[in-house]
Structure formats: structure tokens, C-alpha cells
């Protein structure tokens, strides 16, 4: 916290609170455009083959309809995959009405555009489709049996191997052998995707649902074939996104396709049942898991093979592994990554991607580890601390995760657990405890920001971010504010809109350490400069005074508070010309010099119906070490929803498929079962002090997905301990408890 002006990790309520609790905050679809049509998605109702005929006549014919555009009659479109954003992959292969060719149920293979959404819809249901469908492949065990290596990253390589495994295997005392599977799981954000494409001329305006407004104008103007300048794309809150909105999807590029053909404005948003499958998902994953460890717990080596699925159209890969490589000190270890490709849509990002499927699998299998050691499972954890990161040989940036197991453990009372399974009762119901260790990359992109100082002594600050719910406006403006020595109600801060300086994608939990930095350096570039006309102004009665800074308004000299003026004042004798400042902030050679990751400890009771097989969550405990906290309300809000969502994967997640057909049939709120209230019981959340002086400037580490990580085990750990009963296929549902 700031000795100076305690702005910085205190818990202020959300700038943008009221907008949002009195609908004034408009998102994608809720923009007044004027002239705007309604355009509606026609998927594809096979998994594979060939459009053989579409007969668009009768809906052509149709009251209202504008446009129905199909393979036959859409624009042809530049062939090149659009490049890599922002240091990140390329997106996924879009499905842009360029061919007759299927991969999946639910592709979309027409856009109707009618002047009322009720017209697009009657007028969508009236295409005639007929198929030439060919033999999908829906079965993930055969296709697991071709699965085959993806494509490496160098900061994700598909395998890694270090030490003799096999030798160190063999000589292991104690070993766990297991396989642990999950399923298939959808983001479903509480607003769908939606997209406005508006053409004036030849530039094209969006109004998407996007975590990564400048990734959205870079893929759209490949695929059209524009100039990037040429497209703005305005997203000035997102509700909700999870990493399904991180991609640039195919329903963006046909609004702006369908608005150029119909010559006005287009609305598209997607139905919940459009969700499932053209928007990616969380792919199912097969993890096999080897651990061998001493007799006094110390681990000689780890297996991690994972296959995930994948799709025809293009490739995803979950990488299991990640957490694994890092997380404990083993001399041998090995790691492998495979695709079992599937006609099914391209899976995507989901929060803590890798880590959250994967730390379910390595942190279930410590437990079996602890048991057949009959070893406490903190103990155990705590053997194999890793000091240093034993992938990359680097010391840590910072690593709190002793503390984390110290506070976690006292404030759950882990020293009163009964470590037999079934010893532990309340009532009828059986008592389990269970804990499980949490992490997440401290991850970091270049970000850019500019601050403006108005005549009236308010600020502007401004970066081409985004506000997903996390909280983004409002920790920039105490980031703006603390840097400029104004307070927060003075301060304005302003995103998502390519117009502004450009930021990544927010995902990776890496928006504050990303564009933190950069605003705070472009805050204090204008605070300085407005020192400077003070100093250099002798009509200011700080001309020539050193040490002079701002605070609450004011400049001043320090150590002598009385010497000072307002900054409205210093402006206003320079003509009222706003005083403008733009800056970068970017990572370093501090990622070769260090390892960056955030770390905690999550402990869970469960309660167990002996008879029923149901499963309440009474109480989680959760400990992290996360950097400086830049808000305490926010932050808290942040680390509670992930274990919250642990709670949904772990529980009820998942999305049923019909195997024959390759469509989800849960494809709704109903039937797709996440936590609601009555799931979900007390959280207690601590966040430990921890200093990082490599991570940026802020000492700020990312929150938003190492909430989620642990979680899933931490459950089914204690359900083993209540039950005797070990689950390695989640969600845990009463029909597998019976």
C-alpha cells in the first residue's frame, strides 16, 4: 500500500458500479445504431460431409428479410490465415461461407438478415438445407488411439523430459499409477456473444464482445482484406468471458460480411444454444499420471501424459502439463501432449487453460501419493518444495506457498483432521477434508496508455483494454490516480476501443501487469511535466523549489506542505492547454533471469449423503501469493469467483453430447448445471504480503485464473477422505457417488 496516499490495494468499490446495477452500462448488442437489421446464424445439423443444395427462396421471400447469404453468394475473402496477435497463436480457422465443405455440428453455413430479429429468426428456419454427409468421427477413444503430437511453442514445448525416469521409476519405494479424465465444458458468459458491424465507406466500425479489441481488428481486416486502420472496434464492457471471447470467431467476420452485403448496419448475437460449438470450449482431456516417490515422501520421479481433444477444422491444445513441469522439485520427469482429433468445434481458451484440467489430475494423484505413504498431504507437499523452478533451473521472482500452507491450513484447522477416510462425521452426513496446492504463470505483455491533465484539474487516462468484470476500470483509475496525486473521483479512466493506445488481450490473467505499468508511466510523464511548468513559472509560488510533487490535487513542496497550489490553477496560466503524456511499459530480460508464477493452497470440507450421494461444499479455505494486491475488494471478488467455478468443474460441469450426432444437448443454463447460490458455501480467501520487485513495476502478478486451479482436486480429495471412495472422472455427480 502507498505510505503516501493509501490509494493503491485499498478495497474501492467499483468506478463502474452504478452504471452497471442502473443499466446505463451498454454492451455489444445494446448500442443505438441507427438503421441497424438483425441477422441470425444457420448451422449445420451434420458433423461432416458437403452442403448438396441450400434453397434460400422461400425465406429470400419472406416479410423483412434483407439478405440470406450462403456459400453460393457471399463475397469471396482473402485466402491468408490472419498473423499471430500480440505475441499470441493465431486464431482459430474461421468458417466464412466460403465453400460446401462440414466439420461440425453447429457450423455455421448461413446468415439471415431481416429487419426485426423475430423476421430473421422465422425467415432462418425457412432455408432448406440437404447434405451429403459423410462418416464422422465422434468416438474419442478412436480417435485417441491416432493421436497425434501438436504443433510446440517454446514456452510450451508438447513434451519435456529431464533426468533418468525410467531408472528412477524402478527404484521408487512408493508409486501411483492412475488415469483421470474430464469432460468437455462451456464458457457460458451471462451475455452471449454479440457483434455490430457497421460500414461507412470503406471503413468498418464493430461493436463486439471482445476480451482483445485490437486482436478483433487485425483478424477481421486480413480476412476481408482491409487496411487494420480501417476498422475500429469498440467494446467498452464485456459481460463475461472466461477466454471464449480471447479469439476473433466466426460470427464477428460474417456481421461484417453480411453488413457490407445488405448495405446497412447488422446486429448478430448469438442464442445460448449458438455456444456451444462455433465459440470453442474446454476440451476433454485423458491424463495418465506417474508418481514415484521414497519412503519419506521425497518424489523420484513424475509422468504427466495428456491427450486432449481437438478438431478437423483446426488444432487446440491443452496443455496439462504446464503446472506439472514446475510445481515440485523432481530430478526426473517427463511430459507428454497429444491430440485426438474429433469432428467437433475447435475447443479454445478457458479460464486457467492447462492448469486448471491439469492440476486437477497432478494434485488428486499427490493425494493418492500421501495415503499410500500415510503421510499428511501438506507434509508431503512440503517435501517436495520446489526452491527453485526445476524446469527453467531459475530462482523465483517470488514464491509465498510455504506461507500460503501455513495460513490456509490454520484458518481451515487442518491440525484437527482425522486422516482415516470415513472417520469424519456431521450428523448423518460424512465429513471429508481435502486440500490441494493452486498456481498460474505471472504472465506479461506490452501495453501502451496515455494520461491527460484537464484545465479543470480531472485526468483522463486511456488504454485499449478491456473490462470483462474483473474490475479493470477501476484499478486503472487508482493505478492513474495514485501516480498522478489526484484523487480517484477526479480521475477518469477510458478503454476498450481500438482508437486508444493498443493493449493486449486480456487473458492470461495478465491485464494489470500488462497495461498497470504502462498507465502508471504515462500518469507520472504528465504529473512530472506539470511540475516542471510550475518550477519553470515564476508566477507559482514553487518557481524554482525542489522536491516538489503532487498529492490530493496539489502541488506542493515536500516538507513544506503549505508551499503549494492547485493544479487547476498551474494550467490555467498556460493558456488552459491540457497537459498530455503517452507511454509504454513492457517486459524485460527479467523472464531469463527469473521465474514468474503465482502460487496458493486451497482447503475444502465436503459433506456426503451416505445414502443419496449428493455432495455440499459447506466451507473453502483459500491462501495466495499473488504480488501487490492493487485492490482488495476487487482482487478478493476475483480469487472467490475461480474457486467458485472450481467448485462447477469439480461438481456439475459438463456438456452432455449426443455421440451419434456430434451436437451438445445440454446447450442451455437449465440443463448445463453451473453453481448457483445455494452450492455454494463460505469462502474464506487470504492474500498473503509478498513483494516482487521482477514482475513490473507495480510488483503486480495476474488473478483472474489461479483462483480456479486446485479446486477440482482439493474436492475430490475430499471426497476420498469422506467416502473411502476415489473419483478420477469429473464432474463427481450423485449417479457415480451410488
Known amino acids: 500500500m502507498s505510505a503516501r496516499t493509501g490509494i493503491l490495494g485499498t478495497g474501492m468499490d467499483r468506478s463502474?458500479?452504478?452504471?452497471?446495477?442502473?443499466?446505463?452500462?451498454?454492451?455489444?448488442?445494446?448500442?443505438?445504431?441507427?438503421?441497424?437489421?438483425?441477422?441470425?446464424?444457420?448451422q449445420s445439423a451434420i458433423a461432416k460431409g458437403r452442403i448438396a443444395s441450400i434453397d434460400a427462396r422461400a425465406a429470400e421471400a419472406m416479410r423483412g428479410v434483407l439478405l440470406v447469404m450462403t456459400h453460393k453468394n457471399a463475397p469471396d475473402l482473402p485466402a491468408p490465415r490472419p498473423p499471430a496477435q500480440d505475441g499470441q497463436p493465431p486464431g482459430p480457422k474461421l468458417s466464412l461461407l466460403q465453400d460446401d465443405e462440414v466439420f461440425y455440428n453447429g457450423q455455421p453455413i448461413a446468415v439471415v438478415v431481416a429487419d426485426t430479429l423475430e423476421h430473421a429468426q422465422d425467415a432462418a428456419r425457412r432455408v432448406k438445407v440437404r447434405y451429403a454427409p459423410q462418416k464422422a468421427l465422434l468416438d474419442y477413444k478412436l480417435a485417441r488411439l491416432e493421436g497425434r503430437k501438436p504443433a510446440s511453442r517454446p514456452e510450451r514445448p508438447a513434451d519435456t523430459s529431464r533426468g533418468n525416469v525410467p531408472g528412477a521409476m524402478a527404484r521408487a519405494a512408493v508409486k501411483v499409477d492412475a488415469l483421470y479424465t474430464t469432460p468437455i465444458e462451456?464458457?457460458?458468459?451471462?451475455?452471449?456473444?454479440?457483434?455490430?458491424?457497421?460500414?461507412?465507406?470503406?471503413?468498418?466500425t464493430l461493436y463486439d464482445s471482445t476480451q482483445n479489441v485490437s486482436g478483433v481488428r487485425k483478424t477481421v481486416a486480413a480476412?476481408?482484406?482491409?487496411?487494420?486502420?480501417?476498422?475500429?472496434?469498440?467494446?467498452?464492457?464485456?459481460?463475461?468471458?472466461?477466454?471464449?471471447?480471447?479469439?476473433?470467431?466466426?460470427?464477428?467476420?460474417?456481421?461484417?460480411?453480411?453488413?457490407r452485403e445488405a448495405g446497412c448496419p447488422v446486429k448478430l448475437a448469438l442464442e445460448r444454444t449458438q455456444m456451444y460449438g462455433p465459440v470453442g470450449a474446454r476440451p476433454m482431456t485423458e491424463q495418465h499420471l506417474g508418481l514415484g516417490a521414497a519412503a519419506d515422501g521425497k518424489l523420484a520421479a513424475v509422468t504427466h501424459d495428456t491427450i486432449s481433444h481437438t478438431s478437423f477444422l483446426d488444432d487446440f491444445t491443452e496443455p496439462c502439463g504446464a503446472a506439472t513441469r514446475i510445481l515440485y522439485?523432481?530430478?526426473?520427469?517427463?511430459?507428454?501432449?497429444?491430440?485426438?482429433?474429433?469432428?467437433?468445434?475447435?475447443p479454445t481458451y478457458m479460464r486457467a487453460p492447462g492448469e486448471a484440467s491439469g492440476s486437477f489430475a497432478l494434485e488428486s494423484a499427490l493425494d493418492e501419493l500421501a495415503y499410500a505413504l500415510g503421510m499428511d498431504p501438506v507434509r508431503l507437499r512440503l517435501r517436495n518444495y520446489a526452491e527453485r523452478d526445476p524446469e527453467k533451473d531459475l530462482p523465483w521472482s517470488s514464491k509465498s506457498l510455504r506461507e500460503c500452507y501455513r495460513v490456509g491450513a490454520e484458518r481451515f484447522g487442518w491440525a484437527r483432521r482425522s486422516p482415516a477416510p470415513g472417520s469424519m462425521r456431521a450428523g448423518r452426513a460424512l465429513v471429508g477434508w481435502g486440500m490441494a496446492t493452486a498456481t498460474y504463470p505471472a504472465n506479461r505483455q506490452p501495453a501502451r496508455a496515455s494520461a491527460t491533465i484537464l484545465a479543470d484539474g480531472t485526468a483522463v487516462v486511456r488504454s485499449g483494454s478491456h473490462e470483462l468484470g474483473t474490475g479493470t476500470y477501476t484499478v486503472m483509475t487508482q493505478i492513474a490516480a495514485e501516480a498522478l496525486g489526484l484523487p480517484v473521483d477526479r480521475v477518469r479512466f477510458e478503454l476498450g476501443d481500438t482508437a486508444?493506445?493498443?493493449?493486449?488481450?486480456?487473458?492470461?490473467?495478465?491485464?494489470v501487469a500488462s497495461?498497470?505499468?504502462?498507465?502508471?508511466?504515462?500518469?507520472?510523464?504528465?504529473?512530472?511535466?506539470?511540475?516542471?511548468?510550475?518550477?519553470?513559472?515564476?508566477?507559482?509560488?514553487?518557481?524554482?523549489?525542489?522536491?516538489?510533487t503532487v498529492e490530493n490535487g496539489w502541488l506542493l513542496r515536500r516538507g513544506a506542505p503549505d508551499t503549494r497550489e492547485p493544479v487547476a490553477a498551474v494550467i490555467a496560466r498556460h493558456g488552459g492547454e491540457a497537459v498530455h503524456a503517452d507511454s509504454q511499459a513492457a517486459p524485460g530480460d527479467e523472464r531469463k533471469q527469473y521465474s514468474m508464477h503465482s502460487f496458493g493452497a486451497v482447503?475444502?470440507?465436503?459433506?456426503?449423503?451416505?445414502?443419496?450421494?449428493?455432495?455440499?461444499?459447506p466451507r473453502v479455505v483459500g491462501a495466495y501469493g499473488v504480488g501487490r494486491l492493487m485492490n482488495a475488494k476487487t482482487g478478493h471478488s476475483q480469487l472467490m469467483g475461480g474457486i467458485v467455478w472450481g467448485l462447477g468443474m469439480a461438481l456439475t460441469e459438463k456438456t452432455e453430447m449426443d455421440w451419434r450426432t456430434g451436437r451438445a444437448v445440454n446447450a442451455n443454463l437449465a440443463d448445463y448445471h453451473v453453481p448457483v447460490n445455494a452450492d455454494v458455501g463460505a469462502i474464506d480467501i487470504t492474500v498473503v504480503d509478498e513483494h516482487d520487485p521482477h514482475i513490473n513495476a507495480l510488483g503486480a502478478k495476474g488473478i483472474g485464473e489461479i483462483g480456479i486451479t486446485g479446486v477440482a482436486a482439493a474436492v475430490a480429495n475430499a471426497v476420498y477422505h469422506a467416502t473411502g471412495k476415489r473419483f478420477r472422472d469429473l464432474p463427481i455427480t450423485p449417479d457415480k457417488m451410488i
Open 186 to 204: 462451456n464458457h457460458n458468459p451471462m451475455e452471449p456473444h454479440a457483434t455490430i458491424a457497421a460500414w461507412e465507406g470503406d471503413t468498418l
Open 515 to 548: 497495461v498497470g505499468p504502462a498507465v502508471h508511466a504515462a500518469a507520472r510523464t504528465a504529473r512530472d511535466a506539470l511540475v516542471a511548468m510550475a518550477v519553470a513559472d515564476p508566477a507559482s509560488p514553487l518557481h524554482r523549489a525542489d522536491d516538489v
Open 500 to 511: 486508444m493506445p493498443q493493449a493486449p488481450v486480456s487473458g492470461g490473467s495478465m491485464t
Open 603 to 617: 482447503f475444502v470440507e465436503v459433506h456426503v449423503d451416505p445414502d443419496l450421494g449428493t455432495i455440499r461444499v
Open 16 to 42: 463502474d458500479g452504478r452504471l452497471k446495477v442502473t443499466g446505463a452500462a451498454r454492451f455489444s448488442a445494446e448500442h443505438p445504431v441507427p438503421r441497424a437489421a438483425h441477422a441470425v446464424i444457420v
Open 329 to 346: 522439485a523432481s530430478d526426473s520427469l517427463r511430459t507428454t501432449q497429444r491430440l485426438a482429433t474429433m469432428n467437433l468445434g475447435v
Open 223 to 259: 480476412r476481408l482484406g482491409i487496411a487494420p486502420e480501417n476498422v475500429r472496434v469498440i467494446c467498452p464492457y464485456v459481460g463475461g468471458g472466461f477466454g471464449c471471447k480471447g479469439n476473433t470467431w466466426s460470427h464477428v467476420v460474417l456481421a461484417a460480411m453480411a453488413a
